[in-house]
């Protein structure tokens, strides 16, 4: 099951982005850590149950009270902490604004509450604790980028503009929206 999502993935995301490193990225090593993020980003979008094409409803399923279930489902916080690690990691990694604690928390926080907002339109529960653990896990990602800031600065040149993070996001977001489920249920009936 994983592997063919993993693999519908693989063959939305690396055409797409050799076409990106020819029309916009114009670099093969930004291009590489951009598709690794990109990756990241699928798996995160496939974890998280977000909508799909083929899977769209509305379901609210709440639960807005902080805290209520943290001791009850431990493992699952520590697990919801450790997928928002390496987005507080690669962040400041690749984009400059993201160098400052304020702008990695913001976006942290962001991407956590877009997650859950999109998870009313799955069967998926909408939870304030998955925000609070995700967002922790960004800030624990962004304080592993400082500890190992000077060795990686001197690999990784971070962008100072943010529209390759966007163009990054947008791509891979609606490569996992339209394209890779359709692939991914071709890829079911043939196997």
């Given at each position: 099951?994983?592997?063919?999502?993993?693999?519908?993935?693989?063959?939305?995301?690396?055409?797409?982005?050799?076409?990106?490193?020819?029309?916009?990225?114009?670099?093969?090593?930004?291009?590489?850590?951009?598709?690794?993020?990109?990756?990241?980003?699928?798996?995160?979008?496939?974890?998280?149950?977000?909508?799909?094409?083929?899977?769209?409803?509305?379901?609210?399923?709440?639960?807005?009270v902080?805290?209520?279930?943290?001791?009850?489902?431990?493992?699952?916080?520590?697990?919801?902490?450790?997928?928002?690690?390496?987005?507080?990691?690669?962040?400041?990694?690749?984009w400059?604004?993201?160098?400052?604690?304020?702008?990695a928390?913001?976006?942290?926080?962001?991407?956590?509450?877009?997650?859950?907002?999109?998870?009313?339109?799955?069967?998926?529960?909408?939870?304030?604790?998955?925000?609070?653990?995700n967002?922790?896990?960004?800030?624990?990602?962004?304080?592993?980028?400082?500890?190992?800031?000077?060795?990686?600065?001197?690999?990784?040149?971070?962008?100072?503009?943010?529209?390759?993070?966007?163009?990054?996001?947008?791509?891979?977001?609606?490569?996992?929206?339209?394209?890779?489920?359709?692939?991914?249920?071709?890829?079911?009936?043939?196997?």
């Amino acid at each position: 099951y994983t592997l063919i999502e993993t693999f519908a993935a693989l063959l939305v995301l690396v055409p797409a982005f050799l076409i990106l490193n020819r029309v916009r990225f114009h670099s093969r090593k930004q291009t590489s850590l951009y598709f690794l993020f990109a990756l990241y980003l699928a798996a995160v979008y496939h974890l998280t149950g977000l909508p799909t094409v083929l899977f769209l409803t509305f379901d609210v399923n709440l639960n807005l009270v902080p805290t209520a279930l943290f001791t009850k489902e431990l493992v699952l916080s520590l697990l919801n902490m450790a997928m928002f690690v390496p987005l507080g990691f690669f962040l400041p990694l690749l984009w400059e604004k993201y160098r400052r604690l304020k702008h990695a928390l913001l976006f942290g926080l962001g991407a956590t509450m877009f997650i859950e907002l999109a998870q009313l339109f799955t069967y998926r529960a909408t939870d304030i604790n998955d925000v609070i653990t995700n967002t922790a896990g960004a800030l624990l990602g962004y304080l592993l980028f400082r500890l190992f800031k000077k060795p990686l600065s001197k690999v990784v040149n971070p962008e100072k503009k943010t529209a390759d993070l966007w163009c990054t996001l947008a791509v891979t977001a609606a490569g996992m929206f339209f394209m890779q489920p359709l692939i991914a249920t071709f890829l079911y009936r043939i196997t």
